[in-house]
């Protein structure tokens, strides 16, 4: 009888480390360790010889920016999504693909269980385990944070060193860090505190708003029906847009987050958040469609924004519901097209200009001078109508009160 085989998402770190020995002796079943690529830079060298040192059988590393970029990242903002107004969602976009992979690699392998390395007060846990139960409801999912015997990280690095399992860790961070292209999130340590300022080294990538340059710097972005396309008139793919828009906010310390936030679990969390191409590009965006979209479109589209949110951070990627939203969103975006102007200053993303082919504003109308084409005439007649309910209700309600 052959043994099972566990497909586990492996991030090279002490937990997922531990787990691929853990769980092979738990379940006397064979190891399949995947990572996904999503452009984070710590902890991605040597990771295949790494999870068959520690035991994993088997070893996918799987490159999906691209994917990433295409299929969520544009998505999320074309929809103007951010969970509770702040936060561009680097993390929860991240985690669907990620556990869309693994499950892939698990049918690929024929693989009967799947694993993540995520506690049991997270959203990620939430957000793998729904994935895994849309694309894959026949495969049996585990969670060895949530049930093993270690209570602490030194408990863990104890077991490693027991069983011969090469962890580079022997001393906790601070903080708790996960990264990739759209953003990094950080938490833990006196970050716990919400009357703590961040610590500079909570910062992984952006320059103090204090110590950033002197000189603005000055950038044109072209979108094409919602999606960024090009960088003061240069052409470029997706991902190389984001890095380049990364290099430049950070470097004027644009992009630093600090919010307390509602997790899925029913637990808030302050959480600390670097996301310059992403703030960037939000606002931009946002921008774009104030001068393009028609008003009660873009009113509307403001509560299908904070839906889109909260069906990603919720973990809901995989879902109709998405489905009809990415509808709504798509037809929004037809007239998204044009370039907008932004400076980047110690810390500020502001608006210097835009323009669009499909722009609804005319200056004739808009304008106090001579140019004037607005039938001002007209204004006697449309507000009479339209505080004529108004009027007729306060005119009952002073007769019934005498």
């Not at 976009?93 to 992979?101: D, H, N, Q, S, T």
């Not at 430049?248 to 992009?255: C, I, R």
């Not at 873009?298 to 009809?324: C, H, V």
């Amino acid at each position: 009888m052959s043994k099972d085989k566990i497909a586990i998402a492996y991030s090279g770190g002490l937990d997922t480390s531990v787990m691929i020995k853990w769980l092979k002796d738990r379940y006397d079943a064979e190891i399949v360790a995947v990572t996904g690529n999503l452009g984070q830079q710590k902890e991605i060298e040597n990771l295949e010889q790494k999870a068959l040192d520690t035991g994993a059988s088997g070893f996918s590393f799987l490159d999906l920016r691209a994917d990433f970029v295409e299929n969520y990242i544009w998505k999320a903002l074309k929809a103007g999504a951010l969970y509770e107004d702040v936060y561009p969602l680097a993390t929860a976009l991240g985690r669907p693909l990620l556990a869309k992979a693994l499950v892939d690699v698990a049918l690929e392998t024929d693989c009967t269980m799947l694993a993540h390395g995520c506690t049991g007060k997270g959203n990620d846990q939430v957000r793998f385990e729904v994935t895994f139960a849309s694309l894959a409801p026949h495969l049996k999912v585990l969670a060895p944070l949530r049930e093993w015997e270690f209570t602490s990280r030194e408990a863990e690095i104890a077991y490693a060193l027991e069983h011969d399992i090469p962890v580079s860790a022997t001393k906790k961070s601070p903080y708790s860090i996960d990264e990739n292209i759209w953003g990094i999130s950080i938490e833990c340590g006196v970050l716990e505190d919400p009357m703590m300022p961040p610590p500079e080294d909570a910062y992984q990538i952006t320059t103090s708003p204090e110590k950033a340059p002197d000189r603005a710097a000055v950038i044109d972005i072209e979108f094409e029906q919602g999606i960024p396309i090009a960088l003061d008139g240069r052409k470029m793919d997706g991902l190389a847009l984001i890095e380049e828009l990364n290099r430049a906010g950070a470097a004027h310390g644009v992009g630093r987050l600090d919010m307390v936030e509602n997790r899925v679990v029913g637990i808030k969390s302050r959480e600390i958040y670097e996301a310059p191409a992403a703030t960037i590009l939000h606002f931009a965006h946002r921008e774009l469609e104030r001068l393009t979209l028609e008003k009660t479109v873009f009113q509307y589209k403001k509560n299908i924004a904070q839906d889109y949110a909260n069906l990603i951070y919720n973990g809901t990627w995989f879902s109709p519901m998405r489905e009809a939203l990415d509808g709504f969103v798509e037809a929004t975006q037809k007239t998204v097209s044009g370039l907008v102007r932004v400076k980047l200053f110690k810390g500020s993303v502001t608006l210097l200009g835009r323009t669009s082919p499909w722009s609804l504003y005319n200056e004739e109308l808009a304008t106090y001078t001579e140019a004037d084409t607005f039938n001002h005439k007209a204004a006697e007649g449309f507000i009479h109508l339209y505080g004529l309910g108004l009027k007729t209700y306060s005119e009952v309600q002073a007769r019934n009160s005498r």
